[in-house]
């Protein structure tokens, strides 16, 4: 069965520090790996996406995630962390070609001044 | 434009009203979502439209009755609800089917309070 596992519930980081969000799957090769970012009573958006065109994936905000086949693995990363990034962090999976999205738990990100 | 508009904001409603929240996208997308996401996890699928057809309902109770009027506009009828139905109500539109195309993109949500 697909699956979808976040690391930490919580994750704190000093401003400036690496931010390095978990998220592991449990498919066949998946078309397609979202991180979506939540801000606190807002709706999600989409930080970035694999598309199996490249294994490393820029986002906005300066965030980027690598996917890798052997770890299935898809860690979010941003090398230094900004007092905005505070918020909830969810990675999903498609489920097959369906419509439905397999979401992770959600990390909520904190950053200390 | 690559937005998907949800009103009201915000709705405080008894549980003898009847409410509806709308969501609205003009990117042309052909399925559209709600979901229900209640504090601190991960958004629930309610109800899938593909084509302006019902697709998807997961066993949603009847007093939460989705309508697709047309490609542009999804409605969710509130009737009956109870206390433990207070949630944000999301809704998203895709191009098609998340393993086919891609990503979905999200309204900013109906903070919904049943007093």
């Known amino acids: 069965a697909q699956s979808v596992t976040q690391l930490g519930s919580h994750v704190s980081v000093s401003e400036g520090a690496l931010v390095l969000l978990r998220c592991n799957y449990s498919s066949s090769v998946p078309p397609y790996l979202f991180w979506y970012v939540q801000y606190p009573n807002q709706g999600l958006q989409l930080l970035l996406k694999y598309t199996s065109a490249a294994t490393l994936v820029k986002g906005i905000n300066g965030f980027e995630a690598e996917f890798k086949k052997s770890e299935t693995s898809f860690h979010l990363t941003k090398p230094s962390a900004h007092m905005s990034d505070a918020a909830e962090y969810f990675c999903?999976?498609?489920?097959?070609?369906?419509?439905?999205?397999?979401f992770g738990s959600g990390t909520r990100l904190l950053v200390r001044p | 434009d690559t937005e998907v508009t949800q009103t009201p904001k915000h709705l405080v409603m008894g549980m003898t009203n009847k409410k509806s929240l709308k969501c609205e996208q003009h990117?042309?997308?052909?399925?559209m979502y709600w979901y229900k996401q209640k504090a601190k996890k991960p958004p629930e699928l309610m109800f899938v439209?593909?084509?302006?057809?019902?697709?998807i309902n997961e066993s949603v109770p009847s007093r939460f009755s989705p309508e697709c009027p047309n490609s542009s506009l999804l409605n969710l009828h509130l009737h009956a609800l109870q206390p433990e139905d207070s949630a944000l109500y999301l809704c998203?539109?895709?191009?098609?089917?998340?393993?086919?195309?891609?990503?979905?993109?999200f309204g900013q949500g109906t903070r919904l309070t049943v007093v």
């Open positions: 990117m042309g997308h052909r399925a």
């Open positions: 439209y593909s084509y302006e057809k019902l697709s």
């Open positions: 998203a539109s895709s191009q098609g089917r998340y393993g086919d195309s891609g990503e979905a993109f």
């Open positions: 999903a999976l498609p489920v097959d070609s369906s419509y439905k999205l397999i």
